[in-house]
T-cell receptor
Framework: DSGVTQTPKHLITATGQRVTLRCSPR?????VYWYQQSLDQGLQFLIQ???????AKGNILERFSAQQFPDLHSELNLSSLELGDSALYFC????????????FGQGTRLTVV | AQSVTQLGSHVSVSEGALVLLRCNYS??????LFWYVQYPNQGLQLLLK??????LVKGINGFEAEFKKSETSFHLTKPSAHMSDAAEYFC???????????FGSGTRLQVQP
């Protein structure tokens, strides 16, 4: 158990809908990262938050957004969903802004039908 | 820019044989390097990491990797494969730990009895 909790584990939704994925980092970790894992794109970095502020952006679509709350949990919002958004979404956390070690959650499997 | 290349999307070895999974990286500054393992329907688990110091790093489950700057490589090895090692392995890089991890495309390891 990495200590990173993601909910829900599975999500099935229709095209055009909006969903919210939730992540609770390890106790004390200030950084949260979101990754998307799909068969064709592999593991892609989406966005990083550090202590409530956006730190870095990767290949995140404009339809997607995220935030980190004062209690350090984070949410990834995916809107106007398309079939191609079906993927495994991972959250990871690390103690500081430096990537000395990132701990991954079990992921949320999103299926868009 | 940072990037990772993993040679061989599938590697098959016999139980008891040497495991060698290849990883080459590109980084404009000293890299932090990581190997993660992913079992089916699981998140990513850190096997080992190199940040600074000794170039031969030992990880969990008997794995080790050597950072070779001249070859820009960080290959993962294990002297004797076990059936439980069957999984997907990902190499990742972060430029001096200041950027989010960039992952390779992964290598699926099969262990034959």
């Amino acid at each position: 158990d990495s200590g990173v909790t993601q909910t829900p584990k599975h999500l099935i939704t229709a095209t055009g809908q909006r969903v919210t994925l939730r992540c609770s980092p390890r106790s004390g970790d200030l950084s949260v990262y979101w990754y998307q894992q799909s068969l064709d794109q592999g593991l892609q970095f989406l966005i990083q938050y550090y202590n409530g502020e956006e730190r870095a952006k990767g290949n995140i679509l404009e339809r997607f957004s995220a935030q980190q709350f004062p209690d350090l949990h984070s949410e990834l919002n995916l809107s106007s969903l398309e079939l191609g958004d079906s993927a495994l979404y991972f959250c990871a956390s690390s103690p500081q802004g430096l990537n000395t070690e990132a701990f991954f959650g079990q992921g949320t499997r999103l299926t868009v039908v | 820019a940072q990037s990772v290349t993993q040679l061989g999307s599938h590697v098959s070895v016999s139980e008891g044989a040497l495991v060698l999974l290849r990883c080459n990286y590109s980084s404009s500054v000293p890299p932090y390097l990581f190997w993660y393992v992913q079992y089916p329907n699981q998140g990513l688990q850190l096997l080992l990491k190199y940040t600074t110091g000794a170039t031969l790093v030992k990880g969990i489950n008997g794995f080790e990797a050597e950072f070779k700057k001249s070859e820009t490589s960080f290959h993962l090895t294990k002297p004797s494969a076990h059936m439980s090692d069957a999984a997907e392995y990902f190499c990742a890089v972060s430029e001096a730990g200041r950027r989010a991890l960039t992952f390779g495309s992964g290598t699926r390891l099969q262990v034959q009895p």
